[in-house]
């Protein structure tokens, strides 16, 4: 809080205007205050206000980030800065300054519905993109990949009747040429695909036992169809909480493919999750260093969690 006169005194003249809803005048005086002392954080809450009255949403943002410079504890600030950078369509700055304010105050009630309203807006905003890029495949004979668009995004919205409409124009075709493309498999590839196919059906002990057939029928494991078969099996074996496992078979992918960021996360994660704080360390910090256009936001932002927490732990360990 302020002690100084003048500044408190600017702040009070802009309160008056702000209650008469005379907001530009009360910016100035909210101006006038930060220009006395721009330590205090309702300075910029209140002009952040303003701003946001009058729809000056990038002049509400930097106000409500500034407020989070000045007082990271100040939780109106991220309201501030969470609603100016929404109402600027960026929505993921916008949950990600949110979730912040929530790590603060987890259980401020206007920082929770703002984050609904926004995860809702991108689910929605998600769904647009996909109808529109379906569209776009199917227009162009893309059939396998339109039927993957819209097949993700109903799990998005599963009642949507644009999405629904388009799958029941997609799946014919995409049926025909997946029957005519797996007619053209040779065995070991048809055993794999079945795999995959009890794979996605969550039977992880079946999956495993085709991947294994298919293995074991190539007798070669830097052959590309090897390779996927133990990344795959890689992957059930971690639904499975085999650990051993899953560092087994991501290890025989990364002889072969060093930089394969989902074997290296497997690993990764495997690696932690039986004790081996240091290896899982290198892998992560491995997929970091690829940078986040690389891994893809998410996964980025996992392998960075991830480093953090071993940090802690190996820190723990160290000094324990």
């Known amino acids: 809080m302020s002690k100084n006169a003048v ?11 702000f209650k008469a809803k005379d907001y530009r005048a009360a910016i100035e005086k909210y101006t006038e205050a930060i220009a006395a002392d721009n330590t205090d954080v309702t300075f ?14 990038e002049q509400a943002a930097e106000d409500g980030k500034q407020c989070i410079i000045t007082n990271r504890s100040f ?8 609603l100016a950078l929404q109402n600027l369509g960026n929505l993921e700055a916008a949950l990600d300054v949110i979730k912040r304010g929530l790590g603060v105050d987890p259980s401020n009630a206007d920082l929770k519905r703002m984050s609904r309203e926004i995860e809702e807006a991108m689910r929605q905003r998600r769904v647009e993109a996909a109808i529109e890029t379906a569209n776009k495949q199917y227009n162009a004979n893309e059939i396998n990949d339109a039927y993957k668009t819209v097949d993700a995004a109903l799990r998005l919205d599963p009642n949507n009747s644009t999405l629904n409409s388009l799958m029941d124009r997609i799946r014919p075709k995409y049926e025909r040429a997946e029957k005519a493309r ?39 494991d830097a052959h590309p169809l090897a390779l996927k078969c133990y990344a795959n099996r890689a992957a059930c074996y971690k639904q ?20 394969d960021i989902k074997s290296l996360m497997r690993r990764a994660q495997a ?5 081996r704080y240091k290896s899982a360390l290198q892998d992560v910090r491995q997929v970091l260093s690829y940078g986040p256009e690389a891994c893809g936001k998410a996964t980025y932002d996992l392998a960075n969690g991830m480093q953090h927490r071993l940090n802690r732990v190996i820190a723990q360990l160290r000094s324990g």
């Open 7 to 17: 500044a408190i005194a600017k702040k009070s003249e802009g309160n008056a205007f």
């Open 44 to 57: 910029f809450s209140n002009r952040s206000a303003c701003y946001a009255a009058l729809n000056m949403w």
């Open 75 to 82: 939780v109106k600030g991220y309201f501030r800065a969470g």
């Open 182 to 220: 797996v007619a053209g498999l040779d065995r070991n590839e048809r055993m794999k695909e079945e795999g995959d196919t009890k794979f996605k059906n969550a039977d992880f002990e079946g999956a495993i036992a085709c991947y294994t057939k298919c293995l074991e029928s190539l007798r070669n």
């Open 240 to 259: 499975l909480s085999n650990f051993e496992g899953t560092i087994s078979d991501s290890t025989m992918v990364l002889e072969h493919k060093p930089d």
């Open 271 to 275: 690696s932690e999750a039986s004790e």
